[in-house]
Antibody, heavy 116, light 106 residues
Framework: VQLVESGGGVVPPGGSLRLSCAAS????????MHWVRQAPGRGLEWVSF?????????HYADAVRGRFTVSRDKSTNTLYLEMSGLKPDDTAVYYC?????????WGQGVLVTVSS | QLTQSPSSLSASVGDRVTVTCRAS??????LAWYQQKPGKPPKLLIY???TLQSGVPSRFGGSGSGTDFTLTITSLQPEDFATYFC??????????FGGGTKVEIK
């Protein structure tokens, strides 16, 4: 399994950005994929989840609900995170990840900086 | 919510190190431990509270159930200096992480 994030960058407060996570080697047994973020020098914060079938749907952390939208392109096995209304507190490295112990996969992360 | 303690500790090579993680409500054994080094994504060490991930040295161990969990490193090695996080997946897919424990060289 390989997860590769892209789309990070610097965006002003109130701006929008779309992150991508290209996945390869995905098993059909996985339930879905997550976005997790880590602010500079801080801990890990779960952001969002998208299920691979209809049983789990979409889930969001309270801090991003209504501003972030997760989606997936099944044809290219790519997960997206559409972020709008960005705030300085959203500045972080964003990881896509699969939690399916004992399998556990993370991308290398992509930095999003919200600053004027 | 997961509360990890301590938030940081200093230890020497060969020391026994213990990190605790307390859940605000019972999560049975749905807890994992991760190790993270600077600039890298986290690495899974232990899942289901006490099951050692393949390839992880046996000096790492996990215990606990319900609300109180422990990560133990029996003999700290130079490569173990890192930050450790607990993660609960009882409320999967809405997982949560503890605040982290940074293990530094004494």
């Amino acid at each position: 399994v390989q997860l590769v994030e892209s789309g990070g960058g610097v965006v002003p407060p109130g701006g929008s950005l779309r992150l991508s996570c290209a996945a390869s080697g995905i098993s059909f047994s996985f339930l879905g994929m997550h976005w997790v973020r880590q602010a500079p020098g801080r801990g890990l914060e779960w952001v969002s989840f998208m299920g691979f079938d209809g049983s789990y749907g979409e889930h969001y952390a309270d801090a991003v609900r209504g501003r972030f939208t997760v989606s997936r392109d099944k044809s290219t096995n790519t997960l997206y995170l559409e972020m709008s209304g960005l705030k300085p507190d959203d500045t972080a490295v964003y990881y896509c990840a699969i939690f399916a112990a004992p399998e556990d996969h993370w991308g290398q992360g992509v930095l999003v900086t919200v600053s004027s | 919510q997961l509360t990890q303690s301590p938030s940081s500790l200093s230890a020497s090579v060969g020391d026994r190190v213990t990190v605790t993680c307390r859940a605000s409500q019972g999560i049975v054994g749905a807890l994992a431990w991760y190790q993270q080094k600077p600039g890298k994504p986290p690495k899974l060490l232990i899942y289901d509270a006490s099951t050692l991930q393949s390839g992880v040295p046996s000096r790492f161990g996990g215990s606990g159930s319900g609300t109180d969990f422990t990560l133990t490193i029996t003999s700290l090695q130079p490569e173990d200096f890192a930050t450790y996080f607990c993660q609960q997946f009882h409320s999967y897919p809405e997982v949560t992480f503890g605040g982290g424990t940074k293990v530094e060289i004494k």
